[in-house]
C-alpha cells in the first residue's frame, strides 16, 4: 500500500534526496481542486512522519501578554476552523524555461509545481487574540514581523527551515493566514507538511513552512536562510553565487508571485473531417493572480502574438485560487508538425498583461513569460 501522502506514478521526481517531484500540467488542469496525488513535492530536507496526537505548536515573541503551547486536537478544539481555497506555487515554478537564456541554480522545474487546493486549520489573527496581543504597544507595527519555523526535520543550508510575514497581514482575518491541519477536508498528510502547517495566501510556496513547530513575533525578519540568502530576485547581472554572495541583504525577500498562464494541453478534437491543412485543437492551461489583482482573462495566439483569441474561463477559484481555461482553435498544420506553436497571455482587471518574457535571474524565480507549447 502506499503510504498516504507520497508520490504516485503522477509525478515526476527531479531529485531524490530530498524528494522533489511535479505532476505533469496536463493532468492538472483537468481538476479545479489538485487531488492529493497531483499535488507536487518540494523539500529542503527528508520527509519525516509525526503523531498528529502528540504534535504541539508553541507561539511566543514581543505584545503577547501569554506564550502558547498547543497540541494539534487543542487546535481543533479551540479554535473555530476556517477554509480557504488557495493556490501553492513553487517560486522556480517554470525554471527550466529560464535555461533557454542562460543556466540558472536550483531545481529545473517544469510547470507542474503548483497546486489549487482547500485547506482548512485555525486562522493565525485568532491565535494571536487569544495570546492577548495588544498593538497598543507596538510604536511602528509595519515593523513588525511573524516568523515561523521548522526544527522537526534536517534541512540542507541552516539549522531549521523558516520564514516570516508582516505583523499586519498576520493579524488581518481577511489575509486568511492558516495554521493548517487538512488538505481538501481530509487530514494533512506528511508529505505535505502534516501535521501542520503554514498556509499564507497570496505568498509565494518558500513561506508556507511545513511541520510548524513555533511562531514567534519580532521585530526583524526570519533571521533563516531561506528568508536571507534565497528566493529573492538578484539583477540579472549577478551570474554565480561568487558574485551573488554580498548581494543577498541588499534585495527584498520575495513575496508574491506574478501574474502568470500555463498551456497544459492542446489536443485535436475530430480525425477525418479537416482539411489535411488544418486541425482543430482543443487547448487547456491555469492561469494564477499576480500581486495587483485577480485574472480576468486569458487569449491565446498562434501566429506568435500577430492576433489573440480569447479562452473561455471555465474555473474560477476566488481570491486566492487560480483559474482554468479552454479554448478551441483552428491551427494550419505545416509540413514539419513541432513548428506549431501556441502561446497563452492572462490579463488582469486592472489591465495589466502577462509579459512576452520573464527576466532572468541566478535562482531561476518568478518565471512568468507567456505560456507556450510546441504541438506534435
Same mark, same amino acid.
Given at each position: 500500500m502506499q503510504m498516504p501522502g507520497f508520490p504516485s506514478s503522477t509525478t515526476s521526481e527531479r531529485a531524490q534526496n530530498p524528494l522533489n517531484a511535479e505532476p505533469p500540467a496536463s493532468a492538472l488542469v483537468e481538476f479545479p481542486i489538485t487531488p492529493e496525488n497531483l499535488v507536487y513535492n518540494r523539500n529542503h530536507g527528508p520527509v519525516r512522519i509525526f503523531d498528529p496526537d502528540s504534535y504541539t505548536l508553541s507561539l511566543s515573541g514581543i505584545g !503577547?501578554?501569554? =506564550? *502558547?503551547?498547543?497540541? /494539534?486536537?487543542?487546535?481543533?478544539?479551540?479554535?473555530?476552523?476556517?477554509?480557504? &481555497?488557495?493556490?501553492?506555487?513553487?517560486?522556480?515554478?517554470?525554471?527550466?524555461?529560464?535555461?533557454?537564456?542562460?543556466? /540558472?541554480?536550483? $531545481?529545473?522545474?517544469?510547470d507542474g509545481t503548483i497546486a489549487n487546493c482547500k485547506w482548512g486549520g485555525a486562522k493565525l489573527s485568532d491565535m494571536l487574540h487569544d495570546a492577548g496581543i495588544d498593538r497598543t504597544t507596538f510604536t511602528n507595527p509595519d515593523? !513588525?514581523?511573524?516568523?515561523?519555523?521548522?526544527?522537526?526535520?534536517?534541512?540542507?543550508?541552516?539549522?531549521? #527551515? %523558516?520564514?516570516?510575514?508582516?505583523?499586519?497581514?498576520?493579524?488581518d482575518p481577511n489575509a486568511e493566514i492558516l495554521l493548517a491541519y487538512e488538505m481538501n477536508d481530509d487530514p494533512l498528510t506528511s508529505h505535505h507538511g502534516g501535521p501542520l502547517r503554514l498556509v499564507a495566501p497570496g505568498f509565494l510556496g518558500a513561506?508556507?513552512?511545513?511541520?510548524?513547530? @513555533? /511562531?514567534?513575533?519580532?521585530?526583524?525578519?526570519?533571521? @533563516? #536562510?531561506?528568508?536571507?540568502?534565497? #528566493?529573492?530576485? *538578484?539583477?540579472? =547581472?549577478?551570474?554565480?553565487?561568487?558574485?551573488?554572495?554580498?548581494l543577498w541583504k541588499d534585495y527584498p525577500a520575495m513575496t508574491t508571485m506574478p501574474l502568470n498562464s500555463v498551456i497544459g494541453s492542446a489536443l485535436p478534437l475530430t480525425f477525418g473531417h479537416e482539411s489535411e491543412s488544418t486541425k482543430r485543437i482543443l487547448v487547456k492551461g491555469y492561469a494564477t493572480n499576480g500581486h495587483t489583482s485577480p485574472v480576468v482573462g486569458v487569449d491565446i495566439s498562434v501566429d506568435e502574438g500577430e492576433t489573440w483569441t480569447e479562452t473561455n474561463l471555465t474555473y474560477i477559484g476566488?481570491?486566492? %485560487?487560480?483559474?482554468?481555461?479552454?479554448? &478551441? $482553435?483552428?491551427? &494550419?498544420?505545416?509540413?514539419?508538425?513541432?513548428?506549431?506553436?501556441?502561446?497563452?497571455?492572462?490579463?488582469?482587471e486592472h489591465g495589466n498583461l502577462q509579459p512576452q518574457k520573464g527576466t532572468w535571474n541566478l535562482r531561476g524565480v518568478q518565471w512568468c513569460g507567456w505560456g507556450n507549447y510546441v504541438l506534435n
Open positions: !503577547l501578554s501569554k =506564550s *502558547l503551547d498547543l497540541s /494539534v486536537h487543542t487546535l481543533k478544539t479551540r479554535f473555530v476552523k476556517h477554509s480557504v &481555497e488557495a493556490v501553492l506555487q513553487c517560486a522556480g515554478n517554470r525554471r527550466r524555461e529560464m535555461t533557454a537564456i542562460k543556466p /540558472v541554480n536550483g $531545481i529545473l522545474w517544469l515593523d !513588525l514581523h511573524v516568523c515561523f519555523t521548522s526544527y522537526a526535520t534536517l534541512c540542507q543550508d541552516d539549522k531549521y #527551515y %523558516g520564514s516570516s510575514i508582516p505583523l499586519l497581514t498576520a493579524l513561506r508556507w513552512v511545513k511541520w510548524l513547530d @513555533n /511562531v514567534i513575533l519580532s521585530t526583524s525578519e526570519s533571521p @533563516n #536562510y531561506y528568508q536571507q540568502r534565497d #528566493y529573492k530576485v *538578484l539583477p540579472p =547581472s549577478v551570474e554565480n553565487k561568487a558574485q551573488a554572495a554580498p476566488g481570491e486566492w %485560487g487560480w483559474r482554468l481555461w479552454e479554448c &478551441e $482553435i483552428e491551427v &494550419e498544420i505545416p509540413r514539419d508538425p513541432k513548428k506549431v506553436q501556441i502561446f497563452s497571455r492572462a490579463r488582469d
